[in-house]
């Protein structure tokens, strides 16, 4: 069941790149202004935010593995219709829907992994994250060979379509896993009581503003890249140097943490990051664009797990109430971001824009460093079950 779940999360990190890299064949193929064009990446960011909360519901209902196994369904099927849509409104419903099947696959398999063995979990979810991480990376890089070579935007959607299937029947020998479904017994007043605390409400705003310049950055990099001149059959790789510098970014932050305190880390990468998306907007030479890029992923890396650790750190007796709290935070983030940007894009341009999220970076940085690194009077909550799915190979 594990190697399947990192598996299926490297098909989902995969997706999450799949509508930035053919976002300059779309605006070239239904005429869209870039406001228009950033309609898509809401309706993802949207679709992504009702499954995220309506997962706990149906897992209620029905067990994770048939969940996950209809998400990629859905994923199959609407990736397989939306380069035939003829009109624009049609593919952002699509995009939507397709949405729902990413935004459940990734809660759904965050459940499975967080409900095996304690000493299985922590390792499990490691590598689960990791695999996500490959997937963004590699994804763009294979995919835009196809545009390379002569194919069409569609070879992008399709080829995941297969991907989502042949994994269906791969998870089909799970569908007769056991999953006993625990609902959660913590008190309301835990949630009540959390969201009455300052520091928390600043962390919400930290994670919201991360999560909306990632992905406002990944799914207007190639967009971006084409302004410069970079040929769209190339632009979608600054999605990858991106994502390569995430992913280097979170290897070194593991040992850095080790050496300073999570708050000081966030302040550091949170105003490196800002001060490097300036510099952004400055530099012409494309080699300087793409390294830049680079950068700007090292310092993205480590801000959302840091920022989960510092909330459970700071509200220990309430961990799974702080996280879903952040999670919805951040969904909310991934809607606004890619709008922002797309319409700040349209009327000024889109180093304007990503000007004013730089800012809005070091705003957070402003906002994180009235966080304490402690609080003086810790919660008095009852401590919280795990709502998870407890699975049997």
Request: with cysteine; charged share 5%.
């Amino acid at each position: 069941m594990q190697q399947l779940s990192y598996l299926g999360f490297g098909i989902l990190g995969l997706t999450s790149t799949i509508h930035g890299m053919a976002l300059p064949f779309l605006i070239e193929e239904y005429s869209l202004t870039l406001s228009v064009a950033g309609l898509l990446l809401f309706a993802n960011s949207f679709g992504y935010l009702l499954a995220s909360v309506a997962f706990p519901f149906l897992q209620k209902r029905r067990p994770s593995a048939r969940i996950l196994s209809v998400a990629f369904l859905i994923i199959a099927v609407t990736y397989t219709l939306f380069p035939l849509s003829p009109w624009w409104a049609l593919a952002v419903a699509l995009g939507f829907l397709a949405s729902l099947g990413t935004g459940t696959i990734d809660v759904g398999f965050n459940t499975l992994i967080s409900s095996l063995d304690p000493e299985k979990a922590q390792p499990a979810l490691n590598w689960l994250h990791f695999s996500y991480g490959i997937g963004a990376l590699v994804g763009p890089i294979f995919l835009s060979r196809f545009a390379y070579f002569g194919l069409s935007w569609s070879a992008f959607y399709f080829s995941t379509s297969i991907l989502a299937t042949l994994f269906v029947l791969l998870w089909r020998n799970y569908l007769g896993t056991t999953v006993n479904n625990k609902s959660s017994t913590a008190p309301r007043a835990n949630t009540l009581k959390l969201y009455k605390q300052a520091p928390y409400w600043m962390l919400l705003v930290s994670i919201f503003i991360y999560v909306a310049v990632e992905v406002a950055l990944v799914g207007w990099v190639p967009t971006l890249l084409t302004s410069l001149g970079v040929r769209a059959v190339n632009a979608s790789l600054g999605i990858s140097v991106l994502w390569l510098g995430i992913a280097l970014g979170r290897a070194l932050c593991t040992q850095a943490v080790k050496k300073m305190s999570s708050r000081v880390l966030l302040l550091f990468l949170t105003s490196s990051t800002a001060l490097a998306m300036l510099v952004l907007i400055f530099i012409q030479p494309l080699w300087l664009v793409f390294t830049m890029l680079f950068t700007i992923g090292l310092f993205l890396s480590a801000i959302f797990p840091l920022i989960l650790f510092h909330s459970s750190s700071l509200f220990p007796m309430c961990v799974a109430e702080s996280t879903s709290g952040l999670v919805v935070a951040g969904s909310f983030g991934a809607m606004v971001g890619p709008a922002f940007l797309g319409l700040i894009g349209q009327h000024y341009s889109l180093h304007t824009g990503v000007a004013i999220l730089a800012g809005v970076m070091l705003l957070s940085t402003l906002i994180l460093a009235l966080v304490p690194q402690e609080l003086s009077q810790s919660l008095e909550l009852a401590p919280s079950n795990k709502t998870g799915a407890k699975v049997t190979d």
